[in-house]
């Protein structure tokens, strides 16, 4: 069973930046991120497909947010910068079968790591 680990999650200040990061137990085609905040249902953030270099990312955090490959084959980070409280929440990473950016092509998930942002 493949499995997913995220962590770099923490507490920041408005303005913060954190790097999140997910590995896997083998190579994995897509990745994406969602979040959770309280009482909030779980919302997509970004997506990468490792073949292509593709990337897409949720209007809320384009331009502050950042998917990528790391070296190692199957590790995959996120970089947050400018953080608000508002991105506040539980962080997924989760493997994408097919390749799109919403919930329903979750495929496997990660057991989250948590983002507080203070004002």
């Known amino acids: 069973q493949e499995q997913l680990t995220e962590s770099g999650g923490g507490s920041v200040h408005t303005g913060g930046s954190l790097r999140l990061a997910c590995a896997a137990t083998?190579?994995?085609?897509?990745i994406g991120w969602f979040r959770q905040a309280p009482g909030k249902e779980r919302e997509a953030v970004a997506l990468?497909?490792?073949?292509?270099?593709?990337?897409l990312y949720v209007p809320s955090v384009k331009g502050r947010f950042n998917i990528s490959q790391g070296i190692a084959e199957n590790e995959w980070y996120l970089q947050m910068n400018n953080l608000n409280p508002e991105d506040t929440a539980m962080y997924y990473c989760?493997?994408?079968?097919?390749?799109?950016?919403?919930?329903?092509?979750?495929?496997?998930w990660g057991q989250g790591t948590l983002v507080a942002v203070s004002s």
């Open positions: 990468i497909a490792l073949i292509t270099g593709r990337t």
């Open positions: 083998k190579g994995i085609d897509c």
């Open positions: 989760a493997a994408l079968s097919p390749c799109l950016l919403k919930i329903g092509s979750v495929d496997i």
